[in-house]
């Protein structure tokens, strides 16, 4: 290309996208002619490609009066006290004039349709008043009035909203004038923020409005209309006692400033937030919220089902039932505790009235066994806190690891809700206290066999008492089971029968099933039977409910064949909730067809319950008598093989499951371990979804009865899984025990396994501290242990916690020497861990092609040992390196692949990630409809991963910039933002910035964007962190190119460019050379720079270069 050529278009560059003072004629022909006029902000003139220099302040504000006049004749003497309001110099009026001229030339060539002209002793300006922002603006709030949905009513106020960059003539006008010509503006411009607000509230998105209207708040603190929508927000977000206190304060402003009281408005909304008025909820699940999290989720309905013939406690459903009828109930949680002897139907009570009024809860109904009468210890209050989060939508790695802070997020949760919680079998009110709520909308039920004295005394709970039934209610209960006619027929027989039972429910429904089993046999005939085997004579105990319940279990249990006996026996000694035919199976040393017959017989007999497919569960009372059977009959030996051969059969099966899954991860070797349990990935994480309470109680229980083995390798076996679901309180409860175990052993291989274990808990749970102190042990003990298995995995993971220390080098060194002992050892999976995490590392430093070299081998490496987990953290991997390299459709191949993979794994943590990276090279792709989906999704996930929240929040945002949809940009990285700053996250941080930058420059505020920028350079100093860096600085050569100082964004554009050429960033160089291109105004290098940006678009297939395209076609049209 001849040197001329380039000069060409170096001028044309500059007068298009830059400015000049008196553009060429040929620039207004290039861009049609149109010019609008920018007065809500800084004055400017912009054409389709750049903004128009309008000369010095004054000369800005004359063309502003005009353009707020527009087609109307405004006098020069109002000109000329509008630009000197005190004293005007004697040549006021001259000077007038040649303002009038230079904007004229400055004007001239617009086609005809904007036009300075003078009549008589004024001047006015013709022009389309659509061309100028004030008059958009009102226009669009106009049409926002009469709009028909508050969807498109917010629509255009976001339009109208967003042609604000600042206060309104800012630099051209003083405050005094400023507020002569803007007053009424300004106001305008807070009624339609405030009408956007309310469109926004009435469609659901309080939660994202909260960022908004807190600064809004801040800045007008004694608008009423403001701090009522902030008020409304905060309650519809769970946040009722922030929505109060603001009042209060308001109501302090507005007395010490004005004067007066808060309006009528503001003072009966403060009531209906008092009341929990339910006309302050919005009714459906909002479109924000679905926007940002794919859905609302459901409250939780965890009742179990209620007892289909339940009969009688007429008294005791009236005395419930006042306590939400009484009016004090809405000023404290309503506590009751229902007590009584065991088997006299507490929970079937519990139960029934929960499901009668579940309708005057509708934030939820949460329902949890504490299990304080079984074999097991009861359920600790933090494990139960944690299952009541995760039932509250937490995430099981946001659930907190300590019992104040996991009971402190339970009550805040709970504030301001409507919630029932069915707390069933109590052991004592120590366990019970951490789960009571604060809120005045919920009510608490608890059954116990305790009186539960404490609770009563200390926090007025109403102790509600279960007595047996009366006869009439136990005749109610027989005829319900064996039919009226039946029952009926005998009536003497049923009272003699229901007196025997002690009127217990348990005792009265197994008795009727034994009889149901034989519809013919006559009831009297059956108590004669009984009779004669002196079974009944234990029942003869007035008012011994405990023999009357165990003899009744004996005539049951005497009625099954010795098979069954036997099975019963056995389950028994089941340390989990429940069990299945396979576990049957193994603990009787069966088949699971002989399980699964005799467990169909029990359940028949009423001695277990079929709870869901395929599972069935004890009564405790049943399952105490079943081990008290087992003591009486079986041997020790026999006994404890039973369980030694369940514990067997959790441990392969988890072990199969976990080689299946997750086969890379360092373990201890299970003993002759073989076969394969599971058909695919999917059958493997259901089933340890389905039984990891067993497990978890299996670990517990072999610890205790010193089989220290058994509970060490399964909680070992355990760790995966637990990490892929995120469980880190079960994590840690794990670790934590089978870790006692390996060290009262002295196991050394089992003591460093372990180590590695409950450090690998804490870091899931954020405490990067103790993990470290962990590892560090793991590895001395693993070197003493001569074990280099576990050594390299210490390696590994001291690496990670010095890496993010800022100790880079010595991360990576870590790495390294884990990988050279891998090899050493011939440890494929164990390489491929290493090279993956050095490749996370290579790429968090910008050294992307050694990343994708890592990534690439970890990959091979783990489709050797055939790890699905590790494959797909491997594409992922690659996905995010290709995109950073510029080779755009082979990210989308390797994310799509990976997606495909982690969701057959069922890993939502890791779905929720590449989701995110897929949207991220879609958007570079210029695919947004397809990203915005992605992102979108990503986010329902809801995994609880702040970081993650924060980085699909960030790109979003990106997504709805290239949209135009500038608002909905700010928003979230708003919330991004403040995200990252919550968890200390800098990656986050900067990506935020970053974007708030752009959307500053976009509404005229290069000032903004270059405090946000400065910022993050400043927080990437010394991280190595050089992509960042780079694009950083192309940020702020962007930001200096738009304040005209194009020395400076040339000087930081080169910078970036080099960064960028030594990372390989493709697409990031790309847009260096373009911003370099636009600053090199009047060289023979910008149309090089162009060409070379040009170019680079074209191979990366980036919308930009279509865009690029065009403007290097009008150069040549031109030049």
Known sequence: MPVDCRCGVSVWVSRCLVGVTTPARGVWDALGGRVEFRLLGAVEAHTGAGVVNLGPRQQRLVLAVLALEVNRLVPVDRLVALVWPVSPPRTAEHAIRVCISRLRAILAGADGRVELVTQGSGYLLRADPASIDVHRFRALVDQAREAATDEDRLALLDRAVGLWSGPALAGAASAQIREQLCH????????????????????????????????????????????????????????????????RQTRQHLGEELGIDPGAELRDLELAILRNDP????????????????????????????????????????????????????????????????????????????????????????????????????????????????????????????????AGLYRTLLADKRVLVVLDNVANPNQVRPLLPASPGCLVVITSRDRLAGLVAREGARRITVDVLAPEESRALLTGILGARRVADEPSAVAELAGRCAHLPIALRITAANLTNDPHRRIADYLAELDASNLLSAMEIDGDEDAAVRATFDLSYTAL???????????????????????????????????????????????????????????????????????DTDSADDRAEAV?????????????????????????????????????????????????????????????????????????????YLELRRYNVDGLAVARVALAAADTEGDLRARTALRLDLGRAHAFAG????????????????????????????????????????????????????LEINRRIDRTAGQANNLNNLGVLRWQLGQFAA???????????????????????????????????????????????????????????????????????????????????????????????????????????????????YQRAVDRHRNALRVSVEVNWLRGKVRALLGLAECALVAGRAEDAVDHIRDVLTQLDGTGFRAFDGEARTALARAFLAQGNRDLAARHARDALLIHAQTGQLLLQAHALYVLGLAAEGTTAALSYLRDAHALFVDIGAPEARRLETLLRQHHQHT
Not at 237 to 242: K, P, W
Not at 292 to 304: E, F, W
Not at 599 to 623: E, K, N, S, T
Request: aromatic share 6%; hydrophobic share 45%.
């Open 184 to 247: 009424g503006l300004d106001e305008a411009r807070l009624v339609a923020v405030e009408d956007r607000l309310d469109a926004r509230l009435r469609l659901g998105q309080h939660r994202d409005t909260l960022d908004e209207l807190t600064a809004l708040v801040d800045t007008h603190p004694t608008r009423e209309r403001l701090v009522g929508q902030l008020m409304l927000a905060r309650y519809r977000s769970g946040q009722a006692s922030a929505a109060l206190d603001l009042s």
């Open 279 to 406: 006309v302050l909820d919005w009714p459906a699940a909002a479109p924000q919220e679905q926007a940002d999290n794919g859905h609302r989720s459901p409250p939780p309905a965890q009742l179990p089902p209620a007892v289909p013939d339940f009969v009688g406690r007429t008294e005791l459903l009236w005395q419930l039932d006042e306590l939400v009828a009484r009016p004090e109930d809405t000023s404290a949680v309503v506590i009751t505790a229902i007590a009584g002897t065991a088997g006299v139907g507490k929970t079937a009570l519990a139960v029934r009235w929960a499901h009668h009024v579940r309708d005057r809860f509708p934030d939820g109904q949460l329902y949890l066994n504490l299990r304080g009468y079984t074999k097991a210890p009861p359920l600790a209050p933090l494990p139960a806190l944690a299952q009541l989060l995760r039932a509250l939508g937490v995430a099981a790695d946001q659930v907190p690891i300590d019992v104040d802070e996991a």
């Open 561 to 631: 064949r010795p098979e069954a006996q036997r099975l019963f026996r056995l389950l028994g000694l089941v340390p989990g909730a429940d069990f299945t035919p396979q576990a049957a199976a193994a603990l009787a040393d069966g088949t699971q067809g002989q399980a699964r017959t005799l467990l169909d017989q029990l359940a028949g007999a009423h001695l277990i319950d079929a709870h869901g497919p395929g599972r069935y569960a004890f009564h405790d009372l049943l399952r105490r008598y079943a081990r008290d059977r087992a003591d």
């Open 644 to 720: 030694g051969r369940l514990a067997d059969f959790y441990l392969r099966h988890t072990d199969a499951a976990a080689r299946l899954l997750y086969p890379e991860k360092v373990r201890l070797p299970i003993p002759g371990a073989a076969g394969t349990a599971f058909r695919d990935h999917r059958e493997a994480v259901a089933w340890l979804d389905a039984e990891r309470g067993n497990l978890i109680a299996a670990v517990t229980d072999a610890a205790g009865d010193g089989r220290r083995e058994s509970a060490w390798l399964l909680g070992n076996a355990l760790r995966g």
């Open 767 to 818: 405490f990067l501290d103790e993990a470290a102190e962990h590892y560090t042990a793991a590895l001395a003990l693993s070197r003493r242990a001569e074990w280099p298995d576990g050594e390299a995995d210490a390696l590994a993971r001291v690496a990670h916690t010095r890496w993010e220390d800022g100790q880079r080098d010595v991360g990576i060194a870590c790495y390294e020497q884990a």
């Open 851 to 965: 990343a994708v070299e890592c990534a690439d081998r970890a990959m091979e490496l783990y489709r050797q040992v055939g790890s699905p987990v590790g494959v797909g953290m491997s594409l992922l991997n690659l996905g995010e390196y290709r995109r950073e390299l510029g080779e755009l459709r082979l990210s989308v191949d390797h994310l799509t692949s990976a997606l495909g993979l982690i969701r057959q794994i069922g890993d939502r943590h890791g779905e929720a990630i590449t989701l995110c990276a897929l949207a991220t090279t879609y958007r570079d792709l210029g695919r947004q409809r397809e990203a915005m989906e992605c992102a979108e999704a990503a986010l329902a996930c809801e995994t609880g991963d702040r970081p993650a929240e924060a980085e699909t929040l960030s790109v979003l945002g990106t997504i709805h910039f290239r949209l135009g949809e």
